[in-house]
């Protein structure tokens, strides 16, 4: 959707065989083979978006991790669709995984200058753990050398907000019946990337598109509203309430928004999950009654968006909607955003609900 300030990628990454249980760290730019089915034909190319913080304690690095073990399973999942029935016991654990990320690649003497140097600019981290299938092959089967490869940078900001999108209703992210929709694979972005080229036409300022279900056969206005092109959704009414769409294969499910929804109702806010319909959405817009609509994910935690353009099958405007930026409601989403940093700093509390993980390297 926006893009980053100040990023700055660790020199190593981290690779672990599923096969033989076999830990490398290698360089950052090390490659994979050219002739490889990930990249001929995405076959075991999952990946896992973990926000993370780092900062000192009693001369050395603490790591902290809000709510990670469902980014874990979130993993697992993917890893899980990639694999043949016959090679699910590869998948590792969450006890595997987090000895991975935390003690075989944070803890790395390699990694500590990078971790240090974190810890003192207060800076934002991205871990990105990803599979690949290591075998040299052109062959179109499961992976015959299973591996996950992981890389983690910082960040000064996430340049979210202001932020302009359209409505794509002829284009569809995933289909339900493949159970895809709701996992993190290489092959749905593409499509979103595509949907964004799409809303450009229609808007050039548009910097994220929002999709619809994968039922382009039903009447417009009764199609139920899923995600934005790479985060989810959450409609702010003027009522007060705050709408959270439900979990389906469809719709990935956000660690983030877990987080946020937690922090919205120790805040008093109302939130509600239910599904919303374009005609839903589109009538909202109307009779002034939304406050905003959000993305919400990893890198940019919550973001408003400032112009939200509702269109026909043909592309035309059926409606607009705009932010009511003086709604008590409207500054209340940016606070939660701001405590959902500050629980990784250490100057919130986390919700009900939700777990902190530290790990002293």
């Known amino acids: 959707m926006a893009g980053f300030e100040g990023v700055k990628w660790a020199s190593k990454q ?23 089915k990930s990249i001929h034909y995405g076959q075991f190319l ?31 999942r993917g890893m899980s669709f ?26 790395h003497p390699s990694m ?14 991205y871990l ?6 290591e075998e040299e092959s052109i062959g179109v089967t499961f992976p015959g050398d299973p591996s996950i490869r992981a890389v983690a940078c910082r960040y000064d900001r996430y340049l979210g907000e202001p932020f302009y999108g359209v409505v794509v209703p002829h284009l569809v992210r995933a289909v339900s019946v493949n159970g895809t929709g709701c996992l993190k694979l290489g092959v749905n972005y593409l499509i979103s990337v595509k949907a964004i080229d799409e809303a450009r036409k229609i808007d050039p300022e548009a910097a994220s598109a929002m999709f619809l ?51 919205l109702k120790e805040m008093d806010v109302a939130v509600q999950e239910k599904d919303v319909t374009y005609g839903q959405l589109i009538q909202w817009a109307r009779d002034q009654n939304l406050v905003a609509i959000c993305s919400v994910g990893t890198a940019g ?26 709604h008590p409601l409207f500054q209340k989403l940016a606070d939660a955003r701001r405590i959902y940093w500050e629980i990784y700093q250490g100057k919130a509390k986390f919700p009900p609900g939700s777990r902190i993980s530290r790990y002293t390297l």
């Open 213 to 263: 279900d994968d039922k382009p056969e039903k009447d417009l206005e009764s199609r139920l509203v899923t995600e934005w092109d790479s985060s989810c959704c959450l409609f702010a009414l003027n009522d007060g309430t705050v709408i959270k769409i439900p979990e389906s294969p469809l719709i990935l499910p956000s660690v983030t928004i877990g987080g946020i929804i937690g922090i």
């Open 46 to 76: 999952s990946f896992e978006g973990i926000r993370f913080y780092c900062r000192k304690k009693s001369g050395n690095v603490e790591v902290i991790l809000l709510n990670w073990e469902r980014n874990l399973e979130r993993f697992q």
């Open 301 to 326: 935690i919550l973001n408003r968006c400032h112009r939200l353009r509702m269109v026909d099958r043909e592309g035309n405007d059926i409606a607009v909607h705009t932010p009511m930026e003086d």
């Open 14 to 36: 981290m690779q672990y065989f599923l096969k033989d249980k076999e830990v490398n760290i290698l360089d950052a730019g090390s490659k994979v083979y050219a002739v490889n």
């Open 82 to 107: 990639n694999l043949s029935s016959g090679q699910q016991d590869m998948i590792p654990g969450t006890e595997e995984l987090e000895n991975l990320f935390i003690h075989q690649y944070f803890n």
């Open 128 to 133: 990105r753990p990803f599979t690949v299938d």
């Open 112 to 125: 500590r200058a990078f971790l240090a140097e974190m810890a003192a600019e207060e800076a934002q981290g």
